[in-house]
């Protein structure tokens, strides 16, 4: 899928929303512990209750990794059966060595690898430009690469301020060097970056210095972001943002109806998201 | 495992080789391909004929994971497989807000979630504390941190100069915040670091930043690293070294004899490690 081809997307559907599956067998409805599979029944009910009102949607690797070999095989029905139209992200924060790398690569985008194919896949950037490049040379998939994350340690290392030959001192910190070195890897096709809502106080910054590029932004709803304020700041001509939200659909409700309670949710971020687009 | 108890089983060993299992199907001798789990049975192999040269093995999970569940069956048999008196790192490079890295440590860490209880697992440290954090709660398991790897792109953000409110410009390097920062997260019985071998001209500076933790030395061999360089500039009263070898042994030979090359090749380390123990 191109940039082009998500921005159409979202003009129709209305909506950027992407929504985290980031399923928690403990925290499933009591009913659907009898299911063969749990986390693919949930998932199931919450894609057919909210597909109408979201553009992507992202695992979190970290819930099914936890259960071991099934919970990898609950991760590939539950890619089988998310509609075409929309696009999926691998959350993975994944980057090693080259060789490395290419085979995380070969994990989520080469189905004869391990019965995965996503859309893309979040990287971590600590590595540099060989842990990053070889998740680049699948055609059409992406990179959305960790920017500036939505959680406190975000401070520890990319708020870090860095000194570079011949510019002032202070000016850059470690986020914007990562926007400014990665974003010469790959063109706003094939790459986008990861942007905390509670960090949209820098979203303008950010636009500055990739003005192209996708976001996808994490931490609106349980990590307390703002819709209205990362849409103000964060959008370009091509709409440029995917905003995730997971637990605050996922878990709208523990009873009977949480998948009805999920669209719900869904259906609010998506009418307050048209309403800026 | 305490760090006083790995230096002792250095010590009995005369050896702190790390094997790295990074483990190719595709790089198999062909005769194992007829067996029921060729990577299990390959690993076997490896592990039967150098355990009495290593003192740990290192199973990087992206050899795993690129081949779907049947993956994770083949890295459990195999953590199952390596002697008791060894050392078990899962090399995943992984790090997510904290709920979600907590998932990570119980997928390494705790056998009830994904089978698996291996003693340490590599950490990126892009998202800053609590990212790492939940891996620490474990009692007398370990975070090993990367901090200075061992390819060309650890240049491009961990040797960033860093400027410090008070402190002279380009004094530091963002690997040595890493350094600084991560040490009071936890002790040297819980934490590590990753310092590639190719970056033996920085282990002094490291070893000043970081005197009594324990470091992970990939690099050596395939990637070029000097095994007597890193040994004299690394070791610390505790030994405070793992110096890890992969492809150099796994691929020794891909014939029959592969093991037994194997087998050759870690001895042959572990011979040159004894003289500077």
Redesign the interface.
């Known amino acids: 899928m191109t940039a082009t081809e998500l921005t159409q997307r979202i003009r129709q559907k209305q909506s950027y929303l992407c929504i985290g599956l ?1 399923t ?1 067998i403990r925290k499933l409805p009591s009913h659907l512990l009898h299911e063969p599979d749990p986390v693919f029944a949930f998932n199931r009910a919450i894609i057919d209750a909210t597909a109408e009102f979201a553009v992507a949607y992202k695992p ?1 690797i ?2 099914y ?9 609950s991760l ?1 029905k539950t890619l089988d059966y998310i509609p075409k139209d929309c696009f999926t992200i691998a959350d993975a ?6 060789n ?2 290419g ?2 690569a ?2 989520f985008f080469d189905p004869s ?4 194919s996503f859309d893309s896949v979040t990287v ?9 490049l070889p998740f680049l040379e699948y055609p059409g998939k992406w990179v959305i690469l ?1 920017a500036l ?10 708020r ?5 030959t011949g510019e002032p ?2 000016e850059q910190e ?1 986020f914007d ?2 926007l400014e ?1 990665a974003q010469t890897w790959a063109t706003p096709d094939q790459l986008m970056f990861v942007v905390g809502a509670t960090q949209a106080d820098q979203l303008a910054r950010i636009r500055e210095i990739v003005p192209d590029h996708f976001l996808l932004v994490p931490g609106v709803g349980a990590q307390g972001g703002s819709l209205a304020e990362v849409s103000r700041v964060g959008m370009n001509a091509g709409v440029g943002l995917l905003v995730n939200a997971s637990r605050s659909i996922l878990y709208a409700s523990s009873g009977l109806d949480f998948a009805q309670k999920a669209a719900d949710e869904a259906r609010r971020l998506q009418q307050e998201m048209a309403t800026y687009l």
């Open positions: 980031d928690d979190n970290a819930f990794e936890a259960m071991g070999p099934r919970g990898w095989e590939q924060k994944r980057g090693d060595i080259g490395t790398s085979l995380y070969r994990t690898a391990a019965g995965l971590a950037p600590y590595m540099g430009h060989d842990s990053v960790l994350t939505s959680n406190p340690g975000s401070a520890d290392f990319q870090q301020r860095i000194h570079r001192v202070g470690l060097v990562v070195t």
